[in-house]
């Protein structure tokens, strides 16, 4: 998932402030788009600069992006995907092209400050790890042929998978087949280039599997009792920094107590499916809020306090291409459309989220495991109207609400009628992958849509 770090996320109600702070850290967010109703690159760009968004993390190098980039004041960090490794690893010609094609033709105009090789490779079913250090070698000696080395970092996103054992955090190690062929020399790439180690970090997996051992409070930067390690002493009031610290201790127990950790993926989702324990709008509002605020207001974890958070929020957009749990798809802090999926004070001065237990159910029936589908406003009208027709015609959708006189009907207009049939034909279809798409006309969103008095559907 993804490095991009934002100066501070706002909508109408977030508030920026500069990074004046020396001891605070960075917060950015992954741009990623496994989805066919985003707005266009340059809508995005827009997007970010309003929001305050400097840094910006994608999964690839795609050329409309990249120029979109150009010139914006965002710093930019790419990916050379997982598919590429084996060619990358093989032939040096090859990542000098792809250097040529992919960084030194968008600079300096785009900012690019990082490539990220690879993404989780211990976990590619392709079984891509063995290429990954060579990989890493070839691209930063591309790199130096073209005099970029100095000014680019070359990481690589681990998952904590990639861990034996994660506590408590002062026992962390990596898995053992892992340590000899690629953690040592990953590491020693990177003690040799000044570059980090990247962590993709979900608090939320661990919650959700966990939820009758861990404390939603202690997940969601909530005020807590804490947990003490038993190892070192050291008190932990959130998940996350147990997490980062139970890989500073896998790195330190190798040799490598030097390296630094940037957490380039983490996120809560607001909305999944009704084994996701959790997930919600609420508890997505009050991880990411608490997280914002714990790293602008400066300090490390309890075993590295003098280094500074690092963190890159998953994700920029709902993405509704992405395959798996609902939760896949509702990582987003904004919609397509641009709007807030729900309210996160990016402050340092803010307080969160209200802390009372309405306003973050575990399991609440407006929210866990329930979605909706409703029209993209800002597509034409005769796309609109095109899903309202298949929608209530071939698709069965129930329409009948929406006739003259029903209780849908009003108000009466094409957006609140597509809305009300996209949604019923979503749920008749059991809110399965790509049945709330109608060609880009439509997308998903995790709060009760809101047309007059009339009430949609959430099963059939």
């Not at 054992?165 to 053992?176: C, L, V």
């Not at 390690?229 to 932990?236: A, E, I, Q, T």
């Not at 709902?318 to 990016?346: A, C, H, I, M």
Request: aromatic share 10%; proline share 6%.
């Amino acid at each position: 998932m993804v490095l991009f770090v934002l100066s501070l996320l706002m909508l109408s109600s977030f508030s920026i402030i500069p990074f004046t702070n020396a001891d605070s850290g960075m917060i950015g967010v992954n741009y990623g788009r496994i989805a066919n109703n985003l707005p266009a690159p340059e809508k995005v760009v827009e997007l970010l600069k309003s929001q305050g968004i400097n840094r910006v993390k994608l999964y690839d190098t795609d050329s409309s992006v990249l120029t979109a980039l150009a010139n914006s004041g965002i710093k930019v960090v790419v990916s050379l995907p997982n598919e590429n490794l084996s060619a990358a690893a093989a032939d040096q010609s090859y990542t000098d092209t792809w250097v040529q094609d992919n960084i030194k033709k968008y600079m300096p105009a785009t900012d690019i400050e990082a490539i990220a090789v690879g993404n989780e490779v211990f976990v590619d079913p392709r079984n891509t790890t063995t290429y990954l250090v060579p990989a890493m070698k070839n691209v930063q000696s591309s790199l130096a042929k073209f005099n970029l080395e100095g000014s680019i970092k070359i990481s690589s996103p681990l998952a904590l998978s990639a861990l034996a054992n994660s506590y408590p955090p002062s026992a962390g190690s990596f898995k053992p087949d892992l340590i000899e062929p690629v953690i040592k020399p990953m590491l020693d790439f990177f003690r040799k280039t000044s570059s980090h180690l990247m962590v993709n970090a979900y608090p939320f997996f661990a919650y959700k599997d966990n939820a009758d051992k861990i404390s939603l409070e202690y997940a969601l930067f909530k005020e807590n009792a804490g947990n003490v390690d038993s190892g070192n002493g050291l008190k932990y009031e959130n998940l996350l920094e147990a997490q980062i610290d139970a890989v500073f201790a896998a790195m330190s127990a190798v040799g490598f107590n030097d390296v630094k950790v940037v957490v380039t993926e983490t996120g809560w989702p607001s909305a999944g499916d009704e084994n996701e324990i959790g997930a919600g709008s609420a508890n997505a509002a009050a991880y990411n809020g608490g997280l914002v605020k714990r790293v602008l207001t400066g300090n490390g974890t309890p075993l590295k306090p003098k280094e500074p958070l690092n963190v890159y929020l998953f994700a920029l957009f709902n993405e509704n291409q992405k395959t798996g749990p609902t939760s896949e798809r509702n990582y987003g802090l904004f919609y397509p459309n641009e709007n807030k999926v729900y309210d996160v004070p990016f402050s340092a001065l803010s307080t969160p989220v209200d802390d009372s237990k309405e306003n973050v159910p575990v399991k609440s029936p407006s929210h866990v495991g329930q979605t909706w589908c409703v029209a993209n406003g800002k597509t034409s009208k005769e796309k609109l109207q095109e899903g309202l027709d298949y929608a209530c015609g071939e698709g069965g959708a129930d329409c009948r609400p929406i006739q003259k006189g029903a209780t849908c009907y009003d108000p009466e207009s094409l957006a609140a009628h597509a809305s009300y049939a996209f949604n019923s034909y979503y749920q008749k279809n059991a809110r399965g992958v790509g049945t709330c798409d109608f060609g880009g006309a439509a997308y998903v969103v995790s709060q009760p849509p809101k047309y007059g008095k009339c009430e949609f559907p959430t099963g059939h």
